[in-house]
C-alpha cells in the first residue's frame, strides 16, 4: 500500500499525471496551463514531462478551448479541458450546451464525447467579481451532460481518472477554496464508483446534503450539533448529475428531516430538485419539509460581503434547528 | 446618437457588394458564365473528360434532389428544407477535392458535399423530415453530421485537425460556413486556434450574399477573403459557380494543409437562388433583378455549354443525366414518404454512452405510460 498525504491539488495534479501515464490520447488543454501550471498549480510540471502535444497553452478563449475538445474527441483523443475559473466558463457554454452535450445522442451513439471540463468553483477566497461562482445548475440540467463534484483529496485523486476515463462528457468541479485541504490518499486502492453519493459521517436526526467546498462546512456543522446533542448524518453527494439518492432516501426514511446545503444561488438550484425528489419518495417518512441553505438570489457578492452570503456553520445549523422544530 | 441610414452601408468597399462577378479583379475562376475555358495565374486544373462529365452528372443531380426536397416540403413531407439552389458548383468542387480519409464538417446546406462524400440523401431526408437528427455515419463518410448552431463546427474542424496533427496523418479537415457566420466569435477565435497551431484546416466560405435577410454589407466591411491576413494565413476569392475554379483552390489548399501549410481561407463567391430555407420569403429583402442577374451565372449552365461546345458531352449524355435525376427524385420521394420514425422510447438511449439509474428509471416511467393506453377503447 502506498499511502501519501495530498492536499486537494495535488491529488488533482497525481491524478492528471497518472490518467496521462495510462492512456496516451489525454490531452490537456487551457490557459496558462503548460509553462505556468495552471493558475492554482494543478497543471504544475505535467508539460515538462510530457510536452506541449499534450499539455497544451491555448489562447484566451474558452469556447475555442471546449470547441477544439469536441473535434479532438472525434478524431479519438481524450481532451481535459482546464477553464480558469467558474465565472468564464460561460463564453464556453454554447460549445457545451449545443455541442458536446448532445453529440452523443443527436449521432445515435456514434460519435461519443469523453471530454472532461476541470472547473474550479466557489467562492471564500476574497476574488474580484466572476471567480467564485457555482455554475452546477446550468450543466446538471443539461442532458447529455455528467458533472461531479469533489470534496477531498481521496476523490479529486481518484475522480479525474476516472472522469477522463468515462465515455461521456463530465464537468469536474473542483472546490478551489479546499484546494490546499489535505488527507491520506491510499494510491493503490479500488476507488468508489465516480457516479455515486456516500453516507460521510452517521447520524439520527437530520440528514445533511453537501457536496464540493460545502461538504467540509456540513461535517463542522455535524462536530457543533453533537455537542449539543443532536445526531446529524452528513452525505456527500459527489455527483450531481446523475443523481444518486438512494442512500439519501434511506437516510431520510430514517431520520425523517433533510437539509441540503449549497453556495449556488437557492433558487432553482440543485437543492430544489433534491427537494422534490425526496418528498417524492419520503413523503411519509418527513417529519419536516426538506430545508435549503444555500446562497442568496442576488449576483455573488464583493469579497468583503462574501461570508454573509455563503452558507456557513450557523446557517447550517439554523436550518437544523427549523428541521427539528417541526 | 446619430444614426446611420440604412442606405450608408450599402456596398460601401469597393468589391464588397453584390453582384458584382465580372469586376473582380481578384476572383479565380476557371469557367467564364460563358462556358469558356480561361487560365489563372495561380490555379490551373487538367481534368479529363470522365471528370467533366462527372462534375457536371453530379451538378445536375444535386439539384434535382433540391428540386425535390423543395416539392416535398411544400407537400407536408419534410419540416423543412435548406435548398442549396445556386451553390451545387461550389458544393461539388469542395467535395470532390477531398480525398477519401480527409475530413469535411458541414453546415447545415452541404447536400452537395453529402451527395460526393457517398452520403444516402435519404440519410438527410431524414433530419429534415424530423425522424433524426442526420442518419449517417460521420467517420465512416469522413462527413460530419449537420451543425445547425452557427458556426460551432468550425471549431471542431480544427481540434480534428488538431487531432490529426497529433497522429501524424496525411488529412486535411474542410470546415464549411457561410457569410453570416464569418461575424460569430467561435469561427474568428478557430481561425485563431487554426494559425497558432499550424492546423491542418481549410476554412471554406460559401459567400451566397445573404444570411437570411441580412446582407453581406451588413456582416463585412471588407472582402471576406482578406480578413485570412489578419489571421495570418493565406485567403482566396474564386468563382464559387465555376466547379473547376472551386476543385483547383480548394484542393490547392488542401494539399498545402496536408504537407504542413497549415490553413487557408477560401471564400467561394456564390449567390444562393432560393430562400434561406422553405420558412423564408426572400422576395422581402431583395430585388428579382439580382436574381435574374445571376442566374446568368447559373454553375450548371456554363458546364453544360463548355462539355457541348467541347464535343465532350452529346444529347445522349444530357438526356442520360436528366433520366438519372428523375430517377434519384423518385427514389427520395418514396424513401422520404414512408420512412416511420423510430419508437419514442428511443430517445433515451443514446444520451449517454453509458445509461444514468435516473434516466433509465424515467425511460421505464414513459414506457409504462404508454403501456397504460394499450386496450383502451380510444
Known sequence: ?326 | MPTVPATAVADPVPGAGAPHLPRQPDLVQLLTPEGQRVEDPVYSIDPTPDELRGLYRDLVLVRRWDTEATALQRQGELGLWASLLGQEAAQVGAGHALRPDDMAFPTYREHGVAWVRGVDPLHVMSLFRGVDNGGWDPVETGFNLYTIVIPAQTLHATGYAMGVQRDGAETAVLAFFGDGATSQGEINEAMIWAASFQAPVVFFCQNNQYAISAPIERQSRVPLYQRAAGFGFPGVRVDGNDVLAVLAVTRAALAAAREGQGPTFIEAFTYRMGAHTTSDDPTRYRLADELEEWKLRDPIARLKVYLAHEGLGDADFFAGVEAEGDELAARIRSGTTSMEPPPAVSMFDAVYAEQTPPLAAQRAEFEAYQASFEGSSS
Not at chain 1, 464540493?212 to 445526531?231: F, I, N
Not at chain 1, 460581503?305 to 447550517?316: I, N, W
Request: hydrophobic share 45%.
Open chain 1, 1 to 326: 500500500m502506498t499511502t501519501e498525504t495530498l492536499t486537494i491539488g495535488k491529488a488533482l495534479n497525481l491524478g492528471l499525471r497518472r490518467a496521462m501515464e495510462d492512456d496516451a490520447k489525454v490531452v490537456l488543454m487551457g490557459e496558462d496551463i503548460g509553462r505556468l501550471g495552471g493558475v492554482f498549480r494543478i497543471t504544475d510540471g505535467l508539460q515538462k514531462d510530457f510536452g506541449e502535444a499534450r499539455v497544451v497553452d491555448t489562447p484566451l478563449a474558452e469556447a475555442g478551448i471546449v470547441g477544439t475538445a469536441v473535434g479532438l474527441a472525434m478524431r479519438g483523443y481524450r481532451p481535459v479541458c482546464e477553464i480558469q475559473f467558474d465565472g468564464f466558463v460561460f463564453p464556453a457554454f454554447n460549445q457545451l450546451v449545443t455541442q458536446v452535450a448532445k453529440m452523443h445522442a443527436r449521432s445515435q451513439g456514434r460519435v461519443p464525447m469523453p471530454v472532461v471540463i476541470r472547473i474550479p468553483f466557489g467562492g471564500g477566497i476574497g476574488a474580484v467579481e466572476h471567480h467564485s461562482e457555482s455554475p452546477e445548475a446550468y450543466f446538471a440540467h443539461t442532458p447529455g451532460l455528467k458533472v461531479v463534484a469533489v470534496s477531498n483529496p481521496v476523490d479529486a485523486y481518484w475522480g479525474i481518472q476516472q472522469a477522463i476515463a468515462a465515455p461521456d462528457p463530465v464537468v469536474f468541479l473542483e472546490p478551489k477554496r479546499r484546494y490546499w485541504e489535505k488527507a491520506e490518499v491510499d494510491l493503490d486502492a479500488t476507488p468508489e464508483p465516480l457516479f455515486g453519493s456516500r453516507v460521510v459521517r452517521g447520524g439520527d436526526d437530520v440528514t445533511v446534503l453537501a457536496y464540493g467546498p460545502m461538504v467540509k462546512t456540513a461535517l463542522q456543522a455535524a462536530d457543533a450539533a453533537a455537542e449539543e446533542g443532536r445526531s446529524l448524518e452528513v452525505v456527500d453527494l459527489r455527483t450531481l448529475s446523475p443523481l444518486d439518492l438512494d442512500p439519501v432516501i434511506a437516510s431520510v426514511r430514517r431520520t425523517g428531516r433533510c437539509v441540503v446545503v449549497h453556495e449556488a444561488q437557492t433558487t432553482l438550484g440543485l437543492g430544489a430538485e433534491i427537494a422534490a425528489r425526496v418528498t417524492e419518495q419520503c413523503f411519509h417518512s418527513l417529519e419536516a419539509p426538506v430545508l435549503r441553505v444555500g446562497g442568496w438570489d442576488v449576483p455573488y457578492p464583493p469579497a468583503r460581503m462574501e461570508e454573509e452570503y455563503l452558507p456557513d456553520l450557523d446557517r447550517v445549523l439554523d436550518a437544523v434547528d427549523r428541521a427539528m422544530a417541526f
